[in-house]
């Protein structure tokens, strides 16, 4: 099994400031990462996804991610948000192979301010 | 639009009422998830189809919840007898076969039971 924890509920950050939303997993097996953006009263969109490779991973919309198996983590960034960017993000964890239940985080409110 | 489509997008209905929700997923997509979204929460997994067979459930899909995908394209979720506690967002999303699992969402249908 595996769990998920964003340890930010909300983040304020003013416009044009960088920007970063934790995200920190626990699995007994090798794991899928992605980050997804949901803006309100719509479905969630992929921003990211780590499968395997680089351990920078980078989305749409300026964003990047970096796996560290170490520390267990997959954080997402961006060097200069925009008012566009305001949404709630949602760090997510899968097993390999197949089909694998994708569990979700709580989730993390950006607010950018103008 | 090729994306996942959900309707009703808003559904309101009295206490001990039966309410169903449709999700169409993107056409060349074999595997179907169902998920539940309350207010503060990341979505939560309620089962999964592969074409027609439901291949997992959750243990929130209680008895009052049935969901199918007959001819394994489309898909329906009913809530009977519905609770004041069923309101959220029904999420349904689609992936197609193979080893990552990025999951495409679509935009949901709010429930209030009133």
């Known amino acids: 099994a595996q769990s998920v924890t964003q340890l930010d509920s909300q983040v304020p950050v003013f416009e044009e400031a960088p920007v970063e939303l934790r995200c920190n997993y626990s699995?007994?097996?090798?794991?899928?990462l992605f980050w997804y953006v949901q803006y309100p009263n719509q479905g969630l969109q992929l921003l990211l996804k780590?499968?395997?490779?680089?351990?920078l991973v980078k989305g749409i919309n300026g964003f990047e991610a970096e796996f560290n198996k170490s520390q267990t983590s997959f954080h997402l960034r961006k060097p200069s948000v925009h008012i566009s960017d305001t949404a709630e993000y949602f760090c997510?964890?899968?097993?390999?192979?197949?089909?694998?239940?994708?569990?979700f985080g709580t989730g993390t409110k950006l607010q950018v301010i103008p | 639009d090729t994306g996942v489509s959900q309707n009703p997008r808003h559904k309101i209905t009295k206490r001990g009422q039966n309410v169903t929700f449709r999700c169409d997923p993107i056409s060349e997509h074999n595997r179907l998830y169902w998920y539940r979204q309350t207010l503060g929460q990341g979505p939560e997994f309620l089962t999964y189809f592969q074409n027609e067979a439901q291949l997992e459930k959750s243990r929130l899909l209680s008895d009052r919840f049935s969901a199918e995908r007959p001819k394994g394209s489309f898909s329906t979720l009913e809530i009977q007898r519905t609770e004041q506690g069923d309101s959220a967002m029904y999420l349904c999303?689609?992936?197609?076969?193979?080893?990552?699992?990025?999951?495409?969402f679509g935009p949901g249908t709010r429930l209030t039971v009133l």
């Open positions: 997510a964890v899968s097993g390999y192979g197949g089909y694998q239940k994708v569990t």
């Open positions: 699995s007994s097996v090798s794991v899928y």
């Open positions: 999303a689609s992936s197609p076969t193979g080893e990552n699992n990025e999951q495409f």
């Open positions: 780590y499968l395997s490779g680089s351990t």
